[in-house]
Nanobody
C-alpha cells in the first residue's frame, strides 16, 4: 500500500508563497501519477494540478496556471506543489493523491490520498 502525508500548509498573506509537500511511504511514487486537489468550505473538491507517472505531462486548473507548479523528487519520495502569488480564493484544504490509472484532474482516477493540509490566505 502507498501512504501519503501532506505538510506545509499555513496562514499566509495575499501575494505570498507556500510549498506543500507530499511524502510517500510503503511504495515509491515512481510509477504513479500525482494529483493535488483542494476543497474550500462549502465547495466541492477541485483538481488543482497533476503530473504524469513519467513526468512528461502536467495539467493545471485555469485558476492556478502560471502561479502553481507540481513536481516530484524521486530520491526523497516526495511530491510538491509550489504556490506563488497566493490569493484569498486559494484558501482550502489541499490533498495530494496518486493513481496508476492515468493522470489528470479527475478525482475518481485516484486511489491513494493524503489527509490534507490547510492553506489559509488572508490579510
Amino acid at each position: 500500500q502507498l501512504q501519503l502525508v501532506e505538510s506545509g500548509g499555513e496562514l499566509v498573506e495575499p501575494g505570498g508563497f507556500l510549498r506543500l509537500s507530499c511524502a510517500a511511504s510503503g511504495l515509491s511514487l515512481d510509477g504513479f501519477a500525482i494529483g493535488w486537489f483542494r476543497q474550500a468550505p462549502g465547495k466541492g473538491r477541485e483538481g488543482v494540478a497533476s503530473l504524469s507517472n513519467n513526468n512528461l505531462f502536467t495539467f493545471y486548473a485555469a485558476s492556478v496556471k502560471g502561479r502553481f507548479t507540481i513536481f516530484r523528487d524521486s530520491a526523497k519520495k516526495t511530491a510538491y506543489l509550489e504556490m506563488n502569488s497566493l490569493k484569498p480564493e486559494d484558501t482550502a484544504i489541499y490533498y495530494c493523491a496518486a493513481t496508476n490509472l492515468g493522470d489528470g484532474l479527475e478525482a475518481h482516477l485516484y486511489k491513494y490520498w493524503g489527509q490534507g493540509t490547510q492553506v489559509t490566505v488572508s490579510s
